[in-house]
């Protein structure tokens, strides 16, 4: 039939059509695979050694404590205080706190009425910025 193609020319078009219709498909999903992977790996910073970022930047509350020093446990660097309640946070107790700051062991002594930062993150806690406002009494 006139204006219709032949045999052999819809062979080679049906031949041309397939790589252009399967190529560009075949582009699009690796495209897509390639932005999805490269969001996941971008949406998840990266510490200073290469591993995630995110219990770096984990956020880090901060509470008021205030009580007495029963115990100092130098060389396991903890503190026990018998502490007031603690608003938002826990009941008035005598607990063991780590202390990252080595140099205020020299400070303290028990007895002696502190108050200090209760820092919680990462799943752990630890006490700073220790300050004695009342020396332990004389014996």
Do not use: N
């Amino acid at each position: 039939a006139a204006g219709s193609p032949s045999l052999e020319h819809r062979s080679l078009m049906k031949s041309a059509l397939v790589p252009r219709h399967g190529w560009p498909a075949a582009a699009v999903r690796m495209a897509t695979a390639v932005l999805v992977a490269g969001a996941l790996g971008c949406s998840q910073p990266r510490g200073q050694d290469g591993g995630s970022a995110s219990a770096s930047v984990a956020v880090e509350t901060r509470y008021e404590l205030k009580g007495t020093v029963v115990s100092i446990d130098k060389p396991g660097k903890r503190l026990t205080v018998d502490h007031e309640a603690i608003p938002g946070f826990m009941e008035a107790m005598t607990m063991a706190y780590p202390v990252r700051d080595d140099r205020v062991f020299d400070r303290l002594s028990p007895g002696a009425q502190v108050t200090a930062t209760l820092v919680s993150a990462h799943g752990g806690y630890w006490l700073e910025q220790i300050a004695v406002v009342k020396p332990p009494p004389a014996p």
